[in-house]
């Protein structure tokens, strides 16, 4: 890892979308002098070239998922590459012509600093790679159908604004407005009838009035069953939940963001915290996407207390039981 000395002040991209994704990025970053510029790029996907402002190429070094590339000796107002693929195969993420899921805290765009892409090595639990400060963006797609994102509209498939990470998703995708006027952006190939989550929806949809109306866009991507960070922000919701996940985390903390404690609590409490949890996520999750997510959530809130990965099935035997332990692990 190696901590960024610049920031990307804007990024103008152009990202077509065919059996993979091919893309024109130009950085203007926040320094112009520097000898290196270290950034992380997915390492699927490939630089084929680095240029400056004038077209001159620029030396790169690619390795995985660090990119280094070098200044020039008179300085420089910005680069620009042009790289192409992307997440393939089995991957919960995703981009081509049909579908795109590339969420906010996910590198398929050059992001500075040699950052993880994963939690610890040999897992594939996704971290949280947006800006450390917000950048301007303008992202034109080409791509079959529509594409929604958490930036503004401003032409077909044509978005701008700031943003520490804009999240992208095509496909099959739906959008409505709840009846606070929140407008939710969700699978709807996963997605169960409106009516049978409508008394969760209802409880956020009220929660997020008494708060003053603040949220105005939730994301609901689709399944990462690995684990992923999420983006819980004043006025956004983007992550792998649903309304019931929503509902039961307010229920027992008073926000929507389950990572995050907003007083500090006792070990005891943590364990029934995780407890509940625990038959939330049953109830509507099965499989890797099960294990993964309680594996995350009981690491989140029993950490500060010395618990560990290796302790995971002990805490879940002496405190759900062998046979949940067993259903969690089938």
């Not at 509209?153 to 999240?167: A, D, I, K, R």
């Amino acid at each position: 890892e190696r901590e960024a000395d610049f920031q990307i002040i804007s990024y103008d991209m152009d990202l077509k979308l065919g059996r993979q994704m091919r893309a024109t990025v130009t950085c203007v970053p926040s320094d112009g002098g520097l000898d290196t510029y270290a950034m992380t790029l997915y390492r699927l996907y490939q630089v084929d070239s680095v240029t400056d402002e004038n077209g001159d190429a620029l030396e790169y070094q690619q390795d995985e998922n660090t990119l280094l590339i070098y200044g020039q000796e008179d300085g420089i107002r910005s680069f620009t590459l042009k790289y192409h693929g992307g997440p393939t195969g089995a991957s919960c993420l995703y981009n081509n012509r049909y579908a795109i899921n590339l969420p906010g805290w996910f590198p398929y765009y050059p992001v500075p600093g040699w950052n993880k892409i994963y939690q610890n090595e040999g897992e594939y639990r996704y971290v949280d790679n947006r800006l450390k400060d917000p950048a301007r963006f303008r992202i034109q797609l080409h791509a079959d159908g529509k594409v929604y994102s958490d930036l503004k509209q401003e032409g077909n498939n044509l978005f701008q604004g700031e943003s520490y990470g804009p999240t992208l998703l095509s496909g099959f995708v739906g959008e409505r407005k709840l009846a606070n006027g929140t407008v939710f952006i969700y699978p709807y190939l996963d997605a169960p009838s409106i009516e049978e989550t409508k008394d969760s929806e209802d409880y956020v949809v009220d929660k997020i009035r008494q708060e003053g109306n603040k949220i105005q866009l939730i994301i609901e991507l689709p399944g990462i069953p690995v684990g992923e960070p999420g983006i819980y922000e004043e006025d956004r919701i983007i992550a792998d939940t649903t309304f019931v996940l929503l509902k039961a985390v307010y229920e027992d903390s008073g926000q929507f963001d389950w990572r995050k404690d907003i007083v500090p609590t006792t070990e005891e409490d943590q364990i029934e915290i995780v407890k509940m949890l625990y038959y939330n996520f049953k109830e509507n999750e099965d499989g890797e996407v099960f294990y993964e997510n309680v594996k995350d959530m009981y690491l989140t809130h029993m950490q500060e207390f010395g618990y560990t990965e290796d302790g995971f099935e002990e805490f879940i035997i002496k405190n759900l039981g062998q046979e949940e332990w067993d259903y969690l692990n089938k």
